[in-house]
DNA sequence: CTGAAAGCGCTAACAG
DNA sequence: CTGTTAGCGCTTTCAG
């Protein structure tokens, strides 16, 4: 704090960092505001003179000066912020995600807001909080996973610029996913290749739109292999540790027993692969492993996990990229990630079958 | 997109949803503005009847008013927004970090706006941009690591509402950090514990602040028990998990071997014990291994890594306290994370020496 | 108890 | 080429 500074100049200033104004530097200048306005934008041409120019340039140079973010915000009625809405900020996928939205955002001029989902206060709150006061101009928002998609887009106005992520709404938002079809079909033909026949999946809860499709690939790729997906062979029980550990223990008392595992979440791998270790089952010598990578947090298994990665990062990148474009055209679109595709990464819980 | 609206009654609108503002709901409520404006902000008790206060509350649900976040922001001078700016997205402890700063914001009226040091651009520059432009009111801030807290705090205008994480700059700016010193001692305390005296430490960049304070903690325990922390038994080569490689091939040279080993970071770790699976070396057999774990990356690495747990949570969180209090009161404070302690997390990479 | 009016900082017509 | 003016939507004195 300087001095005397009581006196009212600066009345009503936040503690924060002086803010200069545009009537300040046109004072500086001796100039108007809206002279200093055009030329500090470079706003239609150089409809100024080369020396006001100058001097314009210099006074703001020397004050300092920062356009007001709410001003601007009021006038143009857009924030240049978009919202990222997810239910579950320590969830690993996150991570990736959200980076590839940052990057998105940065490159066409974005800065992010964090929101999260509460699960004691509806989801519309937060949609209408940040879309409704005008705080971003538009979301991307990944629905709490069980939450039916579709009763989500009743409450969604479908004039607001939303993107779901992992979910659709058809006709109501802007939808981006990552190739989970894709994803349980590669982890499936990894296994076939390999010379197994007797496959199974652990696969989520029936009502995860994410499951739902990995699942399908499973089925596809065995299909395609001529092999029959026998009903047995699906556990449906979560994306939990323990609920991974609880499908092996249900596999595992077949018999005959399955050879290979297809598991649609990472984390339900890490309790299989326990569970397995826990009864003595050898991986990858009597049963092969391989999961759908929906995070990196266990690349450090023991045996390291053969998984197909899920590219989370294109999926924020894309997002924000069709968030920004439905701000321009008003365009609705649903995309799948196709390119890049799911990433077979073989590590060490994959092996032909013993016999 | 509806019919017509070329017309004119929606231009200038975003395509978002239609903002319903202050007068609108003041005309439907046969009032004033400002009268609406006091009524809906319940301000300064109730300065209005009951029956218009009624006519307004009405008025404004059936309209679905909400206020115009920048108009607020542009008349109070604060837009209740604060900056959390980080070097690394992708880093895992910012997960957590992230999550800790969330909760501490809603629960104090803020909403969290994402912010990333780009490493071409300036620090500066981003800070600039947030906090001069009115854009956040306050900021977490992580500087990247090896950057030089006192050049930093150069650049650190003192009015600015900043608090620093994981580094100081006393005067400048507040701070939070972990106790890294608590978190190098107690690791060592637990090898110590277990009947090592021969312990040594692959520690990261002597320029880390972190760095410097988990070996402080780490000398400090040896002492304690009347160890001498000799320097040959110390690395200082990096965070990384090939220089936690390169740390166990040069500890692993010296004759004789330390029998426990204390890595200050869990990367490191990581490395380190792939490396020591490479050279044969049996873990904990003849080899205990023990982690200040800076994320939770490592939960399933073989064997299990005993691990000294970094309060990450509670520093974001602390952190948004500090910094809305600064907000409040314009003091500056610098804290350590002392409670909750880092917490020791026993697994199967430490046991006693073998013999 | 209620309304009119000024102004936060900026932009975009519209005049000179 | 440059300045004046009228708002953007809200809060806040200050009159009525």
Redesign the interface.
């Given at each position: 704090?300087s001095a005397d500074d009581e006196a009212g100049a600066d009345r009503?200033?936040?503690?924060?960092?002086?803010?200069v104004t545009l009537s300040e530097v046109a004072a500086k200048a001796g100039v108007s505001v809206s002279a200093v306005s055009k030329v500090l934008r470079g706003t239609t041409a150089i409809r100024v003179s080369p020396e006001t120019r100058q001097r314009i340039l210099t006074a703001a140079e020397e004050l300092?000066y920062?356009?007001?973010?709410?001003?601007r915000?009021?006038q143009a009625?857009?924030?240049q912020?978009l919202g990222?809405v997810v239910p579950d900020?320590?969830n690993?996928l996150?991570?990736?995600l959200?980076?590839g939205v940052?990057d998105a955002a940065?490159a066409h001029g974005y800065?992010?807001?964090?929101?999260?989902l509460d699960t004691d206060r509806p989801q519309t709150e937060v949609i209408?909080?940040l879309?409704?006061?005008?705080?971003v101009?538009?979301l991307v928002l990944q629905a709490t996973d069980g939450v039916d998609p579709a009763a989500l887009a009743q409450l969604l106005?479908p004039?607001?610029?939303v993107v779901l992520i992992n979910s659709v709404a058809p006709g109501r938002a802007s939808s981006v996913t990552v190739d989970d079809v894709g994803g349980g079909r590669t982890a499936t033909e990894h296994l076939i290749g390999l010379g197994h026949t007797r496959i199974a999946l652990a696969g989520g809860l029936p009502t995860s739109y994410t499951a739902q499709r990995r699942r399908r690939g499973h089925q596809e790729a065995m299909r395609a292999a001529g092999l029959d997906p026998r009903a047995d062979h699906e556990t449906a029980l979560g994306y939990t540790a323990e609920q991974g550990r609880q499908a092996l223990r249900q596999l595992m008392a077949l018999d005959p027993r399955p050879t290979g595992i297809v598991v649609a979440n990472v984390n339900a791998a890490?309790g299989l692969l326990a569970e397995a270790r826990a009864l003595g089952i050898d991986v990858p010598r009597e049963l092969s492993v391989a999961t759908v990578l929906d995070s990196?947090?266990?690349?450090?298994?023991?045996?390291p996990l053969t998984a197909v990665k899920m590219q989370f990062y294109a999926m924020g990148h894309t997002a924000v990229v069709s968030l920004v474009h439905?701000?321009g055209s008003?365009a609705m679109t649903d995309e799948v990630i196709l390119d890049p595709a799911p990433e077979l990464v073989v590590r060490e819980s994959t092996a032909p079958p013993s016999s």
């Open positions: 704090m009503g200033r936040t503690s924060a960092t002086a803010a300092r920062r356009p007001n973010f709410a001003a915000a009021l009625a857009r924030t912020v990222l900020l320590t690993a996150f991570t990736e959200m980076h940052e940065a800065t992010v807001l964090l929101g999260r209408a909080r879309l409704g006061e005008g705080r101009d538009g106005d004039r607001a610029a890490i990196w947090t266990a690349e450090n298994t023991w045996p439905r701000l008003g």
